[in-house]
């Protein structure tokens, strides 16, 4: 079972930055994609970024390209995003997400997720 945890939310003002992440247990995932979605109040869960393990393919939302980076720490099983230029729309519940198949985070169903941590930006 994969287990996935999330930190390094809170609150910010815009143009400033922040740093989540997100730690993965339960298997090896030398095979896997792991990545970032978000879910703002009265939307739709949207996709945010993603790496492949191996290899480190990254991929991200056109909104985020540029401001935001992924990364993973591959002895620690751990992904980043590194939040910059921070924007009152990035406001949302970003929760990590993980599956053997990056196209499935691309489209927002993951096999797994986690808890999610609260992102707020102020205007």
């Known amino acids: 079972q994969v287990q996935l945890v999330e930190s390094g939310g809170g609150s910010v003002q815009a143009g400033g930055s922040l740093r989540l992440s997100c730690a993965a247990s339960g298997r090896g995932f030398s095979g896997s994609a792991m990545g970032w979605l978000r879910q703002a109040p009265g939307k739709e869960r949207e996709f945010v970024a993603s790496?492949?393990?191996?290899?480190?393919?990254?991929d991200y939302a056109d909104s985020v390209k540029g401001r935001f980076t992924i990364s993973r720490e591959y002895d620690k099983n751990t992904v980043y995003l590194q939040m910059n230029s921070l924007k009152p729309e990035d406001t949302a519940v970003y929760y990590c997400a993980e599956d053997l198949d990056v196209r499935r985070l691309r489209v927002g169903v993951p096999g797994y997720w986690g808890r999610g941590t609260q992102v707020t930006v102020s205007s």
């Open positions: 790496i492949v393990w191996s290899g480190g393919f990254t």
